[in-house]
């Protein structure tokens, strides 16, 4: 039967695009629900602000009149300045088991590519490294998290059929929390403090932070920007992600790191796992979807990672040992057993290295593909 694609042009169209892993993974235990508004504010072009230095299309393939598959295709002009590159990005690729329609998606984003005079094409990645990035290819039978990407078995061989082969891979580990934390990361932690004239923020309620927030995403910004696929944050994407996030995030599985001077200095970013409670209300937090949500914030035995950022002048100094050492006497209060890492980078030694001190399993890798593009 023949495939057709069809670009997105709609926001009906954008909408049945967001919706169709909703039904592609209907019953996976192991898929966690995006949160449909946010996949939606994401994808709009009047609603991020990506969209000032990225340009994207949409497509969706449809096979007997049935959606089977769908894939975007992202320029992102300030990516290719920073790096000097000429490269397109795919991402938010999802399909059924079938190479005919991957290979017509993935084609799809080629042919785009090439008109817009890109040699080089990887993903999946998103707008900006905030976004879910890597094509799971070990870990199927782990629970995912909120922010990550899951896929079925097959998604890795379709991609490499298709000619794409590894450009980075990143890991993830599963850590187990014990009653008391490890001595040498109290020491280590204790004697940067001292040593670096450091102190930890103190504030019982999320709008203490607001003064800090956006200070907290210029530290990400200098912290990553010679990471893999990192593009730094706009002025207006911070103002968008401090109101997305700071209104539900929980001030104590946020420690930071400031200097003598008040200024942030690093800080990490935690919170109790949302999966169990995405999966309950499939990524609808109206009309009852956020009960679920509000109880996973209160009781649970397992949490997620997220960000964690030092300031490249304080790095090497032990500022990592602090934050480690915030989160862990945060977890230990509220009785967490499991700490999902979420995705680092293979090649990023310092921060694989910091989970040496704990029992850490290393459960989930993923990868970012690419494909050279020729004139054909």
Not at 230 to 250: A, G, H, T
Not at 340 to 352: C, G, H, P, S, Y
Request: proline share 4%.
């Amino acid at each position: 039967m023949e495939i057709e694609l069809k670009e997105v042009g709609t926001l009906r169209e954008l909408k049945q695009f967001v919706a169709f892993q909703y039904s592609l993974y209907r019953g996976n235990e192991y898929w966690v629900p995006p949160i449909r508004t946010d996949e939606l504010q994401t994808l709009r072009k009047d609603r991020n602000p990506a969209f000032d230095f990225c340009e994207a299309k949409y497509w969706l393939a449809y096979k007997g009149g049935t959606i089977v598959g769908r894939i975007a295709g992202i320029l992102n002009r300030k990516y290719n300045e920073r790096w000097n590159r000429q490269a397109a990005r795919f991402g938010w690729v999802d399909f059924i088991d079938d190479a005919e329609v991957s290979s017509a998606l993935l084609r799809a984003v080629e042919q785009w590519a090439r008109i817009n005079g890109m040699n080089v094409i990887h993903g999946p990645l998103g707008f900006t490294d905030m976004d879910s990035e890597g094509t799971l290819v070990n870990g199927f039978e782990e629970v995912s998290t909120l922010g990550a990407i899951y896929n079925y078995p097959y998604y890795p061989a379709h991609i490499e059929h298709a000619g794409y082969s590894k450009d980075v891979d990143w890991i993830e580990y599963e850590v187990t929390m014990h009653p008391a934390i490890p001595e040498k990361v109290e020491r280590i932690a204790g004697i940067a403090l001292e040593r670096n004239n450091l102190t930890i923020l103190k504030v019982d309620k999320t709008k203490e932070m607001l003064p800090y927030a956006k200070d907290i995403f210029h530290v990400l910004n200098e912290a990553y920007k010679d990471l893999y696929g990192f593009v730094e944050l706009s002025d207006k994407q911070i103002d968008m992600y401090v109101k997305q996030y700071f209104s539900f995030i929980i001030p104590e599985y946020l420690p930071v790191v400031l200097d003598s001077h008040n200024n942030v200095v690093a800080f990490g970013i935690a919170m109790p796992s949302l999966s169990n409670a995405l999966q309950k209300c499939n990524g609808r937090l109206f009309p009852f979807g956020f009960i679920h949500v509000l109880r996973a914030m209160k009781r649970n035995r397992k949490a997620d990672l997220y960000l964690t950022a030092v300031r490249p002048d304080m790095q090497n100094k032990g500022v990592n040992a602090i934050l480690i050492h915030e989160m862990n006497k945060v977890f230990i209060k509220n009785h967490i057993e499991k700490v999902e890492t979420n995705r680092e980078l293979e090649a990023n030694a310092k921060v694989r290295a910091q989970w040496k001190f704990y029992e850490a399993r290393q459960h989930k890798r993923r990868r970012c593909y690419k494909k050279e593009l020729t004139d054909n």
